[in-house]
């Protein structure tokens, strides 16, 4: 898939959208965060009806981030910091939560089980490993997508992984096999 045609992150992620044909209305009322992280949920999810396999109830949501929703933030200042030019949006208010990202998969995947929204200087893959595991041993998921969305500006990162009770495609839930992961696919 080329994206040579786009030059900023709205325009590769429509493109994304576009070429993945997912073909979801409001998708494109979404902020900049919830776009990033619907679309590399769309990609570990594909294929998967875990809502079905599982039940709604039975399926955990558990993201992080370095810019919490920082870059909405600052979209919603700038459209009330002028009192005689005062316009604030609904539609970009909504957005102002970092957690909103996690109810955009959530409607999309009809999952309705645990989720928090974490805020990191970075991804740590030891802390969604461990309360993913928990969540399995514990009987209070079947699965957890879990993992690291973060916008700001024209930087951006995504990396979600799936853990389910039956075992996953990448073997058992380990730090170390995301990093194994992550190297396969970097190199």
Known sequence: MA??????FDNWVKAWYRSREVGYG????????????FM???????????????????VAV????RAASLDT???HHES?????NYFPSPAVFVYTLPNIVLGEIA????????????????????????LAQGLLASNKADAVLFGWV????????????????EGGEWGPLSEENISNLKTRNNG
Do not use: C, W
Not at 62 to 65: A, D, E, K, R
């Open 62 to 65: 558990l993201l992080g981030n």
């Open 107 to 130: 409607i999309r995947h009809t999952f309705r089980g645990e989720n928090a929204f974490f805020i990191f200087d970075k991804f740590e893959p030891g802390f969604f490993v461990d």
């Open 73 to 75: 933030d600052r979209k």
């Open 80 to 84: 009330i910091k002028n009192r005689e």
């Open 40 to 58: 590399a949920a769309e990609l570990v999810l594909e294929g998967k009806n875990l809502s079905e396999k599982y039940g709604p109830e039975r």
């Open 150 to 165: 973060d916008v700001d500006g024209e930087s951006y990162e995504a990396e979600l992984y799936l853990a389910e009770q």
């Open 26 to 37: 409001k998708f494109f009322k979404m902020d900049r965060l919830s776009k990033l992280g």
């Open 3 to 8: 994206y040579e045609s786009v030059n900023s």
